[in-house]
T-cell receptor
């Protein structure tokens, strides 16, 4: 079956521009997560969605970062006025639900963002 | 101090060798523990969960020591295909938020 998909797979942008990253979770998965992986670093949690609501945005690094999810499915992570330190791989994951028990999170292939 | 610490490696071992990775975590409230595998330029994939009693999956054995806040992964009879980065992952209070270590890189040579 189809896994988590992300687009674009690679994005090169100029400092100061806005970018939108898209995530399509596994069909039927109500929980969706965004992580960031900088070169040589572990994954860093950004935001979590349960359905269309985001109960935890604590990992977003600044107010230039925002995310939304519509229809309980597709999610978009937007970075405004990109900076060079935003360069990283942005990974999306989904799980069947999040109800207080740990669910396996399935990751997409990521979007590699390079800010020049 | 990082919440999850791992030796970055690389561990360079011959095929057939046994290799062990260790990981320590700082939050004593951590409840769930995992090892993920990440191939170069690929997404992480769950290798195995780690249970208090220890668990085995084929050539892979995971151990948890809550008193020392320490997790280990043992790989027996290494294969070339085991070459990857192994990520130690914990979750506090069995919540949704996964906290990743930076990973240990394994290279298995012929």
């Amino acid at each position: 079956g189809a896994g988590v998909s992300q687009s674009p797979s690679n994005k090169v942008t100029e400092k100061g521009k806005d970018v939108e990253l898209r995530c399509d979770p596994i069909s039927g998965h109500t929980a969706l997560y965004w992580y960031r992986q900088s070169l040589g670093q572990g994954l860093e949690f950004l935001i979590y969605f349960q359905g269309n609501s985001a109960p935890d945005k604590s990992g977003l690094p600044s107010d230039r970062f925002s995310a939304e999810r519509t229809g309980g499915s597709v999610s978009t992570l937007t970075i405004q006025r990109t900076q060079q330190e935003d360069s990283a791989v942005y990974l999306c994951a989904s799980s069947l639900r999040s109800s207080g028990t740990m669910e396996t999170q399935y990751f997409g292939p990521g979007t590699r963002l390079l800010v020049l | 101090r990082k919440e999850v610490e791992q030796d970055p490696g690389p561990f360079n071992v011959p095929e057939g060798a046994t290799v062990a990775f260790n990981c320590t975590y700082s939050n004593s409230a951590s409840q769930s523990f995992f090892w993920y595998r990440q191939d170069c330029r690929k997404e992480p994939k769950l290798l195995m969960s780690v249970y208090s009693s220890g668990n085995e999956d084929g050539r892979f054995t995971a151990q948890l020591n809550r008193a020392s806040q320490y997790i280990s992964l043992l790989i027996r009879d290494s294969k070339l295909s085991d070459s990857a980065t192994y990520l130690c992952v914990v979750s506090v209070d069995s919540s949704y938020k996964l906290i990743f270590g930076s990973g240990t890189r394994l290279l298995v040579r012929p």
